[in-house]
T-cell receptor
Framework: ELKVEQNPLFLSMQEGKNYTIYCNYS?????LYWYRQDPGKSLESLFV?????AVKQEGRLMASLDTKARLSTLHITAAVHDLSATYFC????????????FGDGTTLTVKP | ETGVTQSPTHLIKTRGQQVTLRCSSQ?????VSWYQQALGQGPQFIFQ???????GRGNFPPRFSGLQFPNYSSELNVNALELDDSALYLC???????????????FGAGSRLTVL
């Protein structure tokens, strides 16, 4: 059974600081996704990582994938309040595209 | 391009009742997946429909069932509701689950079910 673990689950940081969220998964996969969820809203796709060593960047967020270590990171640079949200990583089992297993999410609060 | 729409947005039921949730997929998408998101947790995969057939199921009992229609819209039915069924039910559409590339899910806003 595929398991996806994120840490930390809760993260409070000051504006302007950097931090990294980690996502570990238990079985071989080559499709990893990062989503953002604002309170009371649905999930919004941020990044798709499809191969070992893949790196994607959008604004202050950068995601990377190490398939050998079964690890993805979401790095936040110079955080701003607008980044406050819950971030989920999700993994597709290799033989089951689109049937994603999600982590429990990291709730990020950025304080002035 | 319209996104994924779900109805109803909120509903309250009592134990033992039945509920039907509806989902219209994003234009051009032929695959619909349903997820259950309990408070404070990540979404859990219920099942996926592709070309009107169930195409994979998560660890949910048979009282969770679904349909996909020729226009790719979908329904989730839950019979004999239990208190633990209280959750946000998310529908997500995607282009094609059989492809080798990315299969990014486009989520609807969800249907929040409360079982009393």
């Amino acid at each position: 059974e595929l398991k996806v673990e994120q840490n930390p689950l809760f993260l409070s940081m000051q504006e302007g600081k950097n931090y990294t969220i980690y996502c570990n998964y238990s079985t071989t996969s080559d499709r990893l996704y990062w989503y953002r969820q604002d309170p009371g809203k649905s999930l919004e796709s941020l990044f798709v990582l499809l191969s070992n060593g893949a790196v994607k960047q959008e604004g202050r967020l950068m995601a990377s994938l190490d398939t050998k270590a079964r690890l993805s990171t979401l790095h936040i640079t110079a955080a701003v309040h607008d980044l406050s949200a819950t971030y989920f990583c999700a993994v597709d089992p290799r033989t089951n595209a689109g049937k994603s297993t999600f982590g429990d999410g990291t709730t990020l609060t950025v304080k002035p | 391009e319209t996104g994924v729409t779900q109805s109803p947005t909120h509903l309250i039921k009592t134990r033992g009742q039945q509920v039907t949730l509806r989902c219209s997929s994003q234009s051009g998408h032929n695959t619909v997946s349903w997820y259950q998101q309990a408070l404070g947790q990540g979404p859990q995969f219920i099942f996926q429909y592709y070309r009107e057939e169930e195409n994979g199921r998560g660890n949910f009992p048979p009282r969770f069932s679904g349909l996909q229609f020729p226009n790719y819209s979908s329904e989730l039915n839950v019979n004999a509701l239990e208190l633990d069924d209280s959750a946000l039910y998310l529908c997500a559409s995607s282009l094609d689950s059989t492809g080798a590339g990315a299969n990014v899910l486009t989520f609807g806003a969800g249907s929040r079910l409360t079982v009393l």
